[in-house]
């Protein structure tokens, strides 16, 4: 993240790519900075972030949207501590969507990498603003004050608190960005402590307000109906049986809309297009789920998908017979390597399926178009649980022609996102039918909706090969990655070779080639795009090589980084192999690595660098005679820069694991025919407690420029609980979920 000059006649603007492609930038005019610094005599604003009343209490605004990922409290623990305030004197409340608090949005990882300088420099400014408040009322010289604990204090120990200073400090010079300076981390109160989520309470006594409690005066609800294959749309329906039923007000067809999905952001399906379907209004959820549940569709299936599942794998197996069409890093090294009848060779082809979000909280949305009358423009309000709320304006403009500064997009809380809720098109269908019926509606997915309408995680294949000399050394490896694209000039998203895996940016004697086939099934972002899979096949490949070596996984994977260094130099972007080196070994040690295990016990090793981060995982697994196998524990070495709230960060990486676990074990969309299969939990299982591992967390805080934390996590546990079982039983999987090839998860 680049930061340039803010000052009263300049702007701030920061901008970082989010995985999966999307670019965020925050920009803050010059006219809104000179605002809102403190310039207005008696405002108790300090800046955009931060008030502070007569009576002491701070209110910091928090303007990433918060779907569990603990941004509510690390962002503004940030503004504090440069602030110098007492954590016990903020209130965090929600920003509202204004552009005077730049882009508002939540995915990739990102939002304390790209926010971390922002918070500090308003925290840094509303300190120097309070400490030249002091100097004034104290008529003593502003080096000589230190503020801390929500108080400015003399070197003679004469103080004022910040609520006494508030009313002068609005009337202080907006600081300038270049000359403030910032905290010694050796002396930080707050950042690097455990601090309970702000929303702890209220969401534990169910007062928390997400997209689903949405409540408007005058409210209808609504459910939609979608052909169950993409691209399908609604002919006819049972409309006189359906209108009649109880609780029914309406019942119309939708018909596809393209102009939805326009967006300029360029982010996985654009805002996605408005399908063709069936809406029902009623008088509640529960009459128009009833009705849903009656309702007969004839579809238009001609232009649909026929995507299949089986099919895709036995063209995939056609495809690995020969090299990729596209050749991603060439070494025809690699070829006589694996040539070499003097060498271990070893071919492996390895698939990982498509699969789900399933948020907790499924798609929902409320929204209230309200046409113009007498020469006004339409209008729209919308509560939606968005990871990008500012994007539905755009589905607004796109769809409906309600410009922007004509649109209120109210931003909840979101019960998971993971992805799935920066594409909008449950959005798209409240609009349409809000604007169709004329008032208010709250459209509400089934849980079957949720996971048939998903954009899902992309499934794919990969075609490994591998040779290894007398001396155990690696000599060659041939990497075809076969995957998916719409349209065939890329590959959807999380599909595809990236370059930053190690096979691409580390290793030696590589050969990687990519081909990629068509599809129609929507695909978005899962939880660290593209590394959730990648990872699975790279070090599960690189333990077959070990083992194919004769040698300790260990000792392989460290000599596989060779020196330490960073693959691109300084780029926080690239993987630097002593952080990878260290966090390897940590796990390694804390796990207890290369101690005797019970019989039917193994130990597995994983590591994988993405969204910055470098992360280890050991898992600890047993497995019983019937394929039975249980996660004892997992232990994880993490270097993603400094800690804001261990608390969160501890949550976060445990609940990565977790979700790790129940995707690789029994999780999977299967299509056949272009339908999904899967319609409910009985069949797409989520963990439950009693199959939970321990999960040891291990921090290296170094003083490099703070990573991603709740994706990265994610990617090595897969191929760490494999290589564990491997150990275990000599049995190797290169096919997820583990359900699919005879082990139980218990």
Not at 562 to 577: L, S
Not at 677 to 703: C, G, K, M, W
Not at 731 to 737: A, C, V, Y
Request: glycine share 10%; hydrophobic share 40%; with cysteine.
């Amino acid at each position: 993240m680049s930061l340039n000059k803010i000052n009263r006649r300049s702007f701030l603007k920061s901008s970082a790519l989010v995985g999966g492609g999307l670019l965020l930038e925050m920009t803050i005019p010059a006219s809104v900075l000179a605002e809102e610094l403190g310039t207005l005599v008696g405002s108790k604003e300090l800046n955009v972030f931060v008030q502070i009343a007569s009576d002491g209490q701070i209110t910091i605004y928090s303007h990433t949207p918060e779907m569990g990922q603990g941004i509510k409290t690390s962002l503004p623990m940030i503004i504090a501590e440069e602030m110098g305030a007492k954590w016990e004197d903020v209130q965090v409340i929600d920003a509202p969507l204004d552009d005077k608090f730049g882009q508002q949005g939540a995915g990739g990882s990102r939002s304390v990498s790209r926010n971390f300088n922002l918070m500090r420099q308003m925290g840094a400014s509303a300190r120097e603003m309070l400490l030249g408040a002091a100097s004034e009322a104290m008529e003593v010289s502003k080096q000589d004050l230190e503020a801390k604990e929500s108080t400015v204090i003399h070197k003679s120990g004469q103080s004022l608190t910040f609520g006494e200073l508030a009313a002068r400090a609005v009337r202080q010079p907006v600081p300038d960005p270049e000359q403030l300076s910032y905290k010694d981390p050796r002396s930080y109160t707050i950042i690097g402590t455990s601090i309970g989520g702000v929303d702890n309470l209220v969401i534990a006594t169910g007062r928390s307000q997400f997209g689903i409690d949405a409540d408007v005066p005058g409210m209808k609800y609504a459910s939609y109906t979608r052909c169950p294959k993409v691209g399908g749309f609604a002919v006819s329906f049972n409309a006189a049986e359906i209108k009649k039923m109880p609780g029914v007000l309406d019942a119309f067809i939708l018909q596809p809309d393209d102009s939805s999905g326009k967006s300029q952001s360029g982010f996985l399906n654009g805002l996605a297009v408005l399908r063709g379907g069936v809406a029902i209004v009623g008088e509640d959820t529960w009459s128009v789920f009833e009705a849903k549940r009656q309702l007969k569709v004839k579809w238009d299936e001609s232009k649909a998908s026929i995507d299949d599942w089986d099919q895709m794998i036995r063209d995939a197996r056609e495809l690995a017979k020969n090299d990729g069409a596209d050749i991603k890093l060439d070494n025809p090294e690699v070829t006589a390597a694996l040539a070499n009848k003097d060498n271990k060779t070893i071919e492996a082809f390895y698939q990982f399926p498509y699969v789900a979000h399933v948020c907790m909280e499924p798609m929902n949305c409320t929204a209230d178009f309200r046409a113009g009358k007498n020469g006004n423009p339409d209008t729209l309000e919308v509560w939606v649980p968005s990871q990008f709320p500012g994007q539905v304006k755009e589905v607004a403009k796109n769809m409906l022609g309600v410009e922007a500064e004509n649109t209120k997009v109210n931003g909840t809380r979101m019960g998971g996102g993971f992805g799935r809720r920066a594409v909008h098109d449950f959005a798209a269908e409240a609009m349409a039918i809000s604007k169709h019926v004329g008032a208010p509606i709250k459209l509400t997915w089934t849980r079957t909706d949720d996971i048939h309408g998903d954009f899902f995680r992309v499934g794919g294949f990969e075609n490994m090969k591998g040779a290894i000399d007398k001396n155990g050394k690696l000599v060659g490896l041939d990497q075809h990655y076969i995957g998916f694209t719409k349209g065939g000039e890329r590959p959807v998203i999380g599909s595809g070779l990236r370059g930053n895996e190690l096979t691409m940016s580390v290793m030696p004697n590589t050969r990687v080639s990519q081909s990629l086939m068509e599809i129609k099934t929507p695909c978005g972002a899962w939880r660290a795009p593209g590394s959730n899979t990648n990872a699975f096949v790279e070090q599960s490949f690189i333990h077959e090589l070990a083992t194919l070596a004769g040698r300790d996984h260990l000792e392989f994977l460290i000599e596989l980084m060779g020196e330490r260094r960073w693959v691109a130099d300084g780029n926080i972007n690239a993987i630097n192999t002593g952080r990878a080196i260290d966090v390897i070994k940590l796990a390694a040690e804390k796990a207890g690595w290369g101690r005797t295990m019970p019989k039917g016990t193994g130990l597995g090793l994983s590591f994988y660098f993405c969204h910055a981060a470098h992360i280890a995982e050991v898992a600890e697994v047993s497995v019983d005679a019937n394929r039975n196998f249980q996660v004892k524990k997992v232990t994880v070495a993490v270097d993603v820069g400094p800690i804001i709230n261990m608390s969160g960060a501890l949550h976060q990486l445990q609940g990565s694991v977790i979700d790790g676990l129940s995707t690789m074990a029994m999780q999977q969309i299967t299509l056949e025919k272009g339908v999904v299969q899967e319609n409910n939990f009985d069949a797409y299982e989520v963990l439950r407690i009693a199959q939970t591992p321990e999960v040891d967390v291990h921090f290296i805080q170094s003083d490099n420029q703070p990573t991603g934390l709740g994706e990265p996590a994610l990617p090595p546990l897969a191929a760490a609980v494999t290589n564990a079982i491997f150990a275990a039983t000599g049995e190797r999987i290169r096919s997820m979920p583990l359900s699919n090839v005879g082990f139980t998860l218990v």
